[in-house]
């Protein structure tokens, strides 16, 4: 990948935002020490299941395998949503430098502390290596730093800025189950419509259950094709949560219950938790886009109750209506079809009893 020029952003932390950063010394560089990345005895990489396979690219699907996957997985799979890394360490500064391969959208790093939000930072030019000030002026108190990538964005990370002397843990996170929830799905999944990579409610979930989670959301391509099935069904899981949308086309059942079948095939005791998609407001004023909602709401829902009433106790099925219903359409985002941050903050309330239950009864 080309680097060309570096652009660097100063970009003050809270209380010096980036609006109020107008003395010279916010404006200061920071004299980063750069640590060539990836380094896993000091950044973690979670989310990714094959990052060692792949790396340094943060593409959610193998490398060895990208060539068989449908074009949409493919170039969808390219965006890191759902990855995040975790850092632990002293240093009152953080940068990072990163290359997007494109503009994207919604392109934000989410800083966490401890895990509470501090800030979003954005690479903004295609194929020029940018060194973002993530955060700075924090104090030199050890940290559980956790950065969420761009769920909308390829981009590649050459190396991560600390201060110099600063000490490292070991980058490990006790979460409550060792075992990730795996999410496939298409772009609501992905986290399409969220204005930053900590707001899709799998993320929101992630941090309310204390559970790692591997997004596999693709916009457009949550098709449940027998290759991209096999992949997901390869990741050992603590639950398994469907969403593959309206993408999922005008398709019969027949593939949504393989899909199902195989994964509890090779899973016979994980939760499944299949949800229809939820509403948009462009189904109110669509006929045929209405007329599509129905009918993958429809199929998605007989083949989960095939294998409910065949006895299969640990699939749980939830509608999309009751996640974001056509009252809640104040939580979709400008295009009217997929979240806003509001709109995902409401499918992970309605969705956590649903998570809890199924992780109880396993």
């Not at 850092?87 to 997007?100: D, F, H, R, S, Y």
């Not at 000030?133 to 600390?162: C, N, T, W």
């Not at 398994?240 to 090779?266: C, H, N, P, W």
Request: glycine content about 8%.
């Amino acid at each position: 990948m080309k680097t060309g020029r570096v652009a660097v952003a100063q970009v003050a932390a809270p209380p010096a935002t980036a609006d109020e950063a107008t003395g010279a010394a916010a404006k200061e560089p920071i004299p980063f020490e750069w640590l060539p990345f990836p380094d896993t005895a000091k950044f973690k990489v979670l989310g990714l299941r094959w990052f060692e396979q792949n790396q340094p690219k943060l593409w959610r699907m193998p490398r060895a395998q990208f060539t068989t996957l449908p074009k949409g997985v493919q170039r969808t799979s390219k965006s890191p949503a759902g990855a995040r890394i975790l850092i632990k360490c002293n240093t009152a500064n953080l940068g990072i430098k990163v290359t997007p391969a494109a503009k994207g959208n919604l392109k934000g790093f989410d800083v966490y502390i401890n895990g509470k939000f501090l800030r979003s930072v954005v690479a903004e030019e295609p194929q020029v290596e940018a060194e973002l000030v993530l955060f700075r002026d924090l104090g030199s108190a050890q940290k559980e730093i956790m950065l969420y990538l761009p769920y909308h964005q390829d981009i590649a990370i050459k190396a991560i800025g600390v201060d110099k002397g600063t000490k490292f843990s070991a980058p490990t996170h006790t979460y409550a189950k060792p075992l990730p929830i795996v999410y496939y799905g298409s772009s609501v999944c992905q986290g399409a419509g969220g204005s930053k990579p900590g707001m899709s409610y799998e993320a929101i979930l992630g941090r309310e259950l204390n559970l790692d989670f591997v997004n596999l959301g693709f916009g457009g391509a949550g098709k449940a094709e027998k290759v991209v099935v096999d992949l997901v069904n390869s990741i050992p899981a603590c639950c398994y949560i469907f969403d593959l949308g309206k993408s999922y086309g005008m398709q019969d059942l027949t593939a949504y219950r393989e899909m199902l079948r195989a994964v509890r095939t090779s899973h016979p005791k994980t939760p499944i938790i299949c949800m229809t998609p939820i509403t948009s407001s462009q189904e109110v004023h669509s006929e045929s886009y209405s007329k599509k909602s129905v009918h993958t709401r429809t199929v998605m829902r007989d083949a989960a109750k095939q294998l409910i009433k065949a006895g299969d106790k640990r699939i749980y099925l939830l509608e999309g209506t009751d996640l974001l219903g056509f009252n809640d359409h104040d939580g979709l985002s400008k295009d009217g079809v997929h979240p806003s941050d509001y709109g995902f903050s409401l499918i992970a309330k309605r969705l956590l009893p649903a998570v809890k239950k199924a992780l109880a009864a396993r």
